[in-house]
């Protein structure tokens, strides 16, 4: 159940649980327990709200970053991780393969915000070695969901490169 109950829960962690339960077709106390163990054993991280900023009104400035660091002799990649995590300008972090070790994503109210973020917090941060910031103009899919604007008629409007 757990692997059909967290594919419903991405999708939308607003359903009630009578919901999943009946989706599930299992008791709603059963479900109840199963979302608290995910919960409590980090396997459920957290809820999300996807947000189209371009339609909010307000100004974000989000940045995808590449950095490239030294891993420590003990423990790899994992204490520059830690040190870059806790920054609250980063949304997301992950260790890739490729040109770099590290991807981000941050967050920030405007592009010098960003920068600033880049220049005196993470480029400076021990083990970090290069960074390479591209800014993200426009989002038109964030987490599965689309966020093109549509014509009246019910028709997306042709994106073309």
């Known amino acids: 159940m757990n692997k059909e109950l967290l594919l419903l829960l991405e999708n939308n962690a607003r359903y009630e649980v009578r919901d999943l339960a009946s989706l599930l077709n299992e008791d709603e106390t ?5 979302i608290k163990d995910l919960e409590a054993r980090n396997v ?5 709200t996807i ?5 909010a009104d307000t100004e974000i400035s989000k ?5 490239n660091c030294v891993p420590e002799r003990e423990s790899g990649y994992d204490k520059v991780a830690e040190k870059i995590a ?11 393969s490729g040109k770099a070790e590290f991807m981000l994503q941050v967050n920030g109210k405007n592009m010098r915000e960003v920068s600033n973020f880049v220049a005196h ?3 400076p941060t021990e083990g970090v070695s290069g960074t390479e910031t591209m800014f993200i ?4 899919k964030l987490n599965g969901k689309e966020l093109l604007d549509e014509r009246e008629d019910g028709e997306r409007l042709l994106v073309t490169p």
């Open 44 to 48: 459920i991280a957290g809820y999300h």
């Open 51 to 55: 947000i189209n900023w371009d339609k």
């Open 121 to 123: 917090k993470l480029a």
């Open 86 to 96: 806790r920054y609250p300008e980063v949304d997301s972090l992950y260790l890739i």
């Open 63 to 67: 940045a995808i970053i590449f950095v």
């Open 137 to 140: 103009l426009k989002e038109y």
């Open 30 to 34: 059963l479900v109840e327990k199963a």
